[in-house]
């Protein structure tokens, strides 16, 4: 409860708000443009400080 996730695919993002509901989240669409190659992640981020992340944020919270 509480938490705010952030998908993206590529260049493309999605922020939801959790509400305590269970649900599925798809990733966003990526763009037609996208140089990137659509290299997917999540982060979710709790009212507590709490996070986690996925993809790219990998690297960040490993050297934590």
């Not at 705010?4 to 443009?33: E, S």
């Not at 992340?53 to 919270?61: D, N």
């Amino acid at each position: 409860m509480g938490a705010v996730v952030h998908l993206w695919d590529g260049a493309a993002f999605t922020t939801h708000i959790h509400t305590g509901d269970t649900t599925t989240l798809p990733y966003p669409h990526p763009l037609d443009d996208d140089p990137s190659g659509g290299r997917r992640g999540t982060a979710v981020f709790t009212r507590r400080g709490d996070h986690i992340g996925t993809g790219w944020l990998i690297a960040y919270r490993a050297a934590m």
